[in-house]
C-alpha cells in the first residue's frame, strides 16, 4: 500500500475510536441507566473496568471489607437533600462492574457522620447487608429473609407510605446481624438510632433509611448474595468522595 493509502487507513481507524469512545459515553456508565418510571438516573462517571468503586475516595474504600464482592453505593445528591442514587456493583476478578442504578432517597434532611436518633438523617458509611424481610412473600431473597405482618407501616402514616415496608434489606447499622430486620436490639444504645433499612420508596425523604422502587428491592433481593459479602457504602457524594 502506497504512504497515502497508510494514512487515510490510520485516519479512519482515529474517527472510529473516537465515535465508539463518543458512543460508550451515552451507555450506561455515563448516564447512570433509568429507575422505575424510565428516567435517566445520575451516577459518577467509571472507567470501562474500574479497580474502585467510583465515586468513593480512599477513606471509605479502605473500609470495604476486601472479600465484599457485591457493593450497593449510595450516593446522595448533597449533604441536606434527600434525593440521592442507588448503583449495584459486582466484583469481577479485580474490577468493578456497573450491574444497575435507580433514582432513590435518604433521610428528608440529608446526611451525617455521626447519626442520632430522629435526627432524619442517613448515616455515611460502609455497612454489611446480612437479612431481609417484609409484609410480601420472600420474592426469592438470597439473604435470609423474614415474611411478618409486623413490618407492616402504621395506618396513621400517611396512604403513600403504607407500602414502604413491603420488603426491606437491614443495612447494619447498631443492629445485631443474623437476627429478622425489625428486632430491636441496639448494640451502641438507644441514642445512636437503628432500624435503617434499603426499602420501598414512597416518592421522598426518610428518617434515615434508603429508598429504591420496588422493581429494584426486588432486584436486590434477588441479587444480592451472602456468599458475596454484600455491603453498602453510602453518603453524600462529597463525603464519599473525601
Not at 422505575?36 to 468513593?56: D, E, K, Q, S, Y
Request: aromatic residues 8%; charged residues 20%.
Amino acid at each position: 500500500m502506497h504512504t497515502g493509502g497508510v494514512r487515510r487507513s490510520v485516519a479512519a481507524t482515529a474517527v472510529l475510536a473516537s465515535f465508539l469512545t463518543a458512543l460508550a459515553a451515552c451507555g450506561p456508565e455515563g448516564t447512570g441507566g433509568t429507575d422505575a418510571a424510565g428516567r435517566a438516573t445520575r451516577a459518577p462517571a467509571a472507567t470501562a473496568a474500574p479497580t474502585r468503586i467510583p465515586g468513593v475516595g480512599e477513606r471509605l474504600q479502605r473500609r470495604i471489607p476486601p472479600a465484599a464482592r457485591q457493593v450497593v453505593a449510595v450516593y446522595g445528591d448533597g449533604k441536606d437533600s434527600a434525593d440521592s442514587t442507588v448503583v449495584l456493583y459486582t466484583k469481577h476478578g479485580s474490577t468493578w462492574q456497573r450491574e444497575r442504578g435507580w433514582a432513590g432517597h435518604n433521610g428528608k434532611k440529608g446526611w451525617t457522620t455521626d447519626h442520632h436518633e430522629d435526627d432524619d438523617r442517613s448515616p455515611v458509611g460502609v455497612f454489611t447487608l446480612s437479612d431481609a424481610g417484609g409484609v410480601l412473600p420472600d420474592p426469592g431473597s438470597g439473604l435470609p429473609y423474614t415474611r411478618s405482618a409486623a413490618f407492616a407501616a402504621p395506618r396513621w402514616w400517611p396512604k403513600s407510605y403504607w407500602h414502604d415496608f413491603d420488603y426491606v434489606i437491614a443495612i447494619d447499622y447498631n443492629r445485631v446481624k443474623g437476627t429478622p430486620p425489625n428486632d430491636q436490639t441496639r448494640p451502641e444504645g438507644e441514642k445512636k438510632g437503628g432500624g435503617i433499612w434499603l426499602h420501598m420508596d414512597h416518592g421522598s425523604g426518610t428518617s434515615a433509611c434508603v429508598s429504591v422502587p420496588k422493581p429494584a428491592m426486588r432486584y436486590l433481593l434477588r441479587t444480592l448474595d451472602p456468599r458475596q459479602r454484600p455491603v453498602v457504602v453510602m453518603g453524600d457524594r462529597s463525603d464519599l468522595a473525601a
